[in-house]
């Protein structure tokens, strides 16, 4: 087995092992915080010495979490919530919870009642982040749950252990952008499926060790040939693209990710955080910087326009559009996203896509059609 494969297996591993990574964590002796999406200042925990635990839902049929949400609701929230009363995350000091979206704005009252052991740290920012007082609204958030998660973890959290630990952060989104480039030239090598894990694991993982493994297999993909692009190449977005059989679908057909608009993907690693005399603020500007995702407030609607120059950029034949079912901020964003992709002449495909979801047939047939027009 070549190197990139025992590479890409071991991302595979945590991937697909969230639990263990947790116990190993734990069993360490470090704290670890679970984090809700979207972009808690997780930096804030790592600077404390804790391991951000990310928290994205799971392809589980859920039981548990339906005495609390009705059961046509988000998928992730359900999967999160159902894992909780379970005692998968049990281990973890506390959990942050972004007031994002109308879904996760009911998500910290019901885990408060169902999940007794961990307790709940909400996160608030600014809706209109972009503005003075926004950004000092969220600053100000920030420092409010460095207090929480000083109490959380028992030591006090400087400034200058925040700053660290955005460099951290940064470096690792830095070397996943890498990667996700290095992909879309190795695409024989690294399959769809094995993207979304190398990008995955990083939410399990000590984020300066995800890094050194990325370095690593980055490295050895430099040092490889281009390989010619196996199939179409396509751009996704959405919010996530990574259920197992969606993945093989994409690689049955023999598409390749040359680029990705995904908010548990690329929209993350694009923006790094701006300098700042406070870290706090810093972050803050991060936020209101950070483009092409529906979970942020965006009057002017850039995301098109953004989609529409990532797939000119990565010479893509098309685009995916991966809704989240009952995503409300994926669907108002659908209409001026899909305009400006047809005004640009850009081929594109939207499907529907749930944790909990066991038939695939439909979205098979659908890209296989789409792989055909394209
Ligand atoms: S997928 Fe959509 S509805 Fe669900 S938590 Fe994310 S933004 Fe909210």
């Known amino acids: 087995m070549s190197d990139v494969r025992k590479c890409l297996d071991a991302f595979k591993e945590v991937a697909t092992s969230p639990r263990k ?3 190993k964590v734990l069993a360490e002796g470090k704290k670890a915080i679970g984090v809700i999406p979207y972009y808690a200042p997780e930096e804030i925990a790592y600077a404390a010495g804790m391991i951000p635990f990310g928290m994205w839902g799971a392809e589980v049929q859920v039981t548990e979490s339906k005495k609390y949400f009705p059961a046509f609701y988000c998928s992730i929230v359900h999967a999160c919530l159902d894992l909780a009363i379970k005692g998968a995350y049990k281990g973890l000091s506390a959990v942050m919870i972004p007031l994002t979206c109308d879904s996760l704005k009911g998500m910290g009252a019901n ?4 999940v007794k052991d961990i307790p709940v740290i909400d996160v608030a920012y600014a809706q209109n982040r972009k503005i003075l007082g926004g950004i000092d609204f969220t600053t100000s958030q920030f420092k409010k749950i460095r207090n929480q998660l000083q109490e959380v973890a028992g030591v006090l959290i400087s400034d200058k252990a925040v700053a660290e630990a955005i460099k951290v952060y940064d470096e690792n989104r ?3 952008l890498e990667f996700t480039k290095l992909v879309a030239k190795h695409s024989q090598t690294v399959s769809v499926t094995d993207r979304a894990y190398v990008l995955k694991a990083r ?7 995800h890094t050194e493994w990325v370095k690593a297999l980055n490295g050895m993909l430099a040092a490889l040939p281009e390989e010619a692009v196996k199939g179409k190449k396509i751009v996704t977005t959405g919010i996530m693209a990574d259920t197992a059989e969606l993945l093989k679908i994409l690689d049955d057909f023999g598409f390749t990710i040359v680029a990705d608009q995904i ?10 955080t701006p300098a700042d005399f406070d870290p706090f603020r810093a972050m803050a500007l991060r936020l209101a910087h950070i483009e092409g995702t529906s979970v942020l407030f965006e009057p002017e609607k850039l995301r098109g326009k953004q989609l529409v120059e990532i797939a000119k950029e990565a010479g893509a034949d098309g685009v995916l559009w991966v809704n989240t079912k009952f995503c409300d901020p994926e669907e108002f964003d659908y209409v001026p996203c899909k305009k400006a992709l047809d005004e640009a002449d850009i081929p594109n495909l939207q499907i529907e896509v749930d944790q909990q979801m066991v038939n695939y047939e439909q979205i ?4 296989e059609t789409f792989r055909d027009i394209l």
């Open 111 to 114: 885990w408060q009642y169902g």
């Open 174 to 176: 830095a070397v996943c």
């Open 21 to 23: 990574q947790l116990d």
């Open 203 to 209: 939410y399990f993982m000590d984020r300066k060790e």
């Open 364 to 367: 098979r047939t659908a890209l």
């Open 263 to 272: 908010t548990h993907e690329s929209v993350d690693l694009r923006q790094e």
